[in-house]
């Protein structure tokens, strides 16, 4: 796959929150920063962190607005969310994502969320 489809897989992968294809995405040395500044490292991290985040909805959803390769390898997205905790309080934010493919892994992501 190109870095392209490796990347928009992954959010695919997200909204279904199937974890054990995520996991395959990532290696020891990936790294993620959150949206609220968090850094993880290594998929076991990353996974930990994702499987809290989507555990704590009781539905949700990343909409892709656009995607573009800015540069070989990087990947950004300018997406929606839409989810429900389990207390059932709503959550709208939108945000970027670059997603930084090397050697068919996610070596990267980073979230930036935007303001409304």
Request: with cysteine.
């Amino acid at each position: 796959m190109s870095p392209l489809e490796i990347a928009e897989y992954y959010f695919k992968l997200s909204n279904d929150s199937n974890f054990d294809e995520i996991t395959k995405l990532f290696c020891e040395s990936s790294t993620f920063r959150s949206g609220k500044g968090e850094l993880f490292l290594g998929d076991n991290d990353i996974m930990s962190m994702q499987r809290v985040h989507h555990g704590s909805f009781s539905q949700l959803e990343w909409t892709v607005n656009s995607v573009s390769e800015v540069k070989p390898g990087i990947i950004r997205f300018a997406f929606d969310f839409k989810g429900e905790t389990q207390s059932r309080k709503k959550i709208e934010y939108s945000g970027l994502e670059d997603v930084v493919i090397f050697d068919g892994k996610i070596q990267h992501i980073q979230v930036q969320l935007i303001e409304a």
